[in-house]
């Protein structure tokens, strides 16, 4: 895991902390991060599993890092090849999409224990839970759509019809509107969280500059709720979707090797990217549209987690 320092434009820690970090969030104390480990090899789409190295199950887990020395303190359990994680709003539960196993595995961080599992789909990836924490959602990039599950009874509520290949979801802090990207649709699907019906499809349109049709991936909201921001993957760029009109603002162009991970800053002004291929994180000016910095971290970035202003 690398820390960065975006104003200074450099990487100022790197921590060994356990194979294949994936999905990463700050726990509710603002104290430690979570992180998610998995000993599963690196595959993808088309991939002959069969070819593949076996697994190291003994690795998978979140892991608990202390900051801001960094020290990892502790490896909770997860269930099978964890990728991504939501934290429950009061801070005690964990949701964690388990790929290889294509279900939902619920932690209880107090006693650190696994207290459910729930079969969701093939390939899940993406976990958020409703702002009212009633409810958990995950994608599932086998199926083509999120499941919707009471995090109280773990019953499965319904599910959501999407583009293919769903990646993240968001929702409005009202919870009023869900958001779900979708990888190979080019598409963010809007859906009502209290009754889990499709709104509306935003197809995100090509790039003048991009040889690659968009594929969204990672998304976050703008702190006013104004403006959602997706990633587009190899395709380079940033979407900026008007959340009241519900369509493609404009494009960020020219941001790096396929962005996927993306946050905002705690003053809402900038925007960055983690850009796998080009082992690399972005940091870009949201009113300008332009990259001010592209910080070299190494390895493949995937997720990342921003610290709130103190």
């Known amino acids: 895991m ?43 789409p088309g991939v002959d599993e069969s070819k593949l190295p076996p697994a190291d199950r003994a690795a998978d887990g979140i892991g608990l890092v202390e900051l801001p020395n960094g020290a990892l303190v502790r490896k909770y359990q997860s269930g099978q090849d964890p990728e991504s994680f939501a934290i429950s709003p009061d801070g005690k539960t964990l949701y964690v999409s388990n790929e290889d196993a294509a279900e939902m595995s619920v932690l209880d961080l107090g006693s650190g224990n696994v207290r459910g599992r729930v079969k969701v789909g093939e390939e899940p990836e993406g976990v958020t839970v409703r702002p009212d924490g009633r409810v958990v959602y995950v994608s599932c990039e086998g199926e083509n759509d999120i499941v919707a599950i009471d995090t ?17 979801i968001v929702f409005t802090s009202d919870g009023s509107t869900g958001f779900v990207t979708s990888e190979n649709g080019g598409v963010v699907t809007v859906f009502d969280p209290t009754t889990n019906a499709v709104a509306m499809t935003i197809q995100v349109p090509r790039s003048g500059n991009s040889p690659t049709p968009p594929r969204p991936m ?52 900038q925007l960055y990217t983690a850009n796998g291929p080009s ?32």
């Open 2 to 44: 690398v820390v960065v320092d975006p104003d200074a434009g450099r990487v100022v820690q790197r921590l060994e902390i356990g194979k294949r970090p994936r999905g990463i969030k700050l726990a509710a104390d603002g104290k430690h991060l979570l992180v998610a480990l998995s000993g599963s090899p690196i595959g993808g």
């Open 152 to 168: 109280t009874t773990l019953a499965v509520l319904g599910r959501v019809k999407t583009g293919a290949r769903p990646r993240a």
């Open 218 to 269: 990672g998304a976050v909201l703008a702190r006013d709720n104004s403006q959602l921001f997706v990633s587009l993957g190899r395709a380079r760029s940033i979407a900026v979707i008007d959340v009241a009109a519900r369509k493609v603002a404009r494009l960020i162009e020219d941001v790096g090797a396929r962005p996927w991970g993306i946050g905002i800053s705690a003053d809402g002004k």
């Open 279 to 310: 082992g690399d994180v972005s940091v870009v000016d949201i009113a300008s549209g332009k990259t001010e910095k592209r910080i070299s971290v190494g390895g493949s970035p995937w997720g990342i987690a921003v610290k709130p202003a103190s």
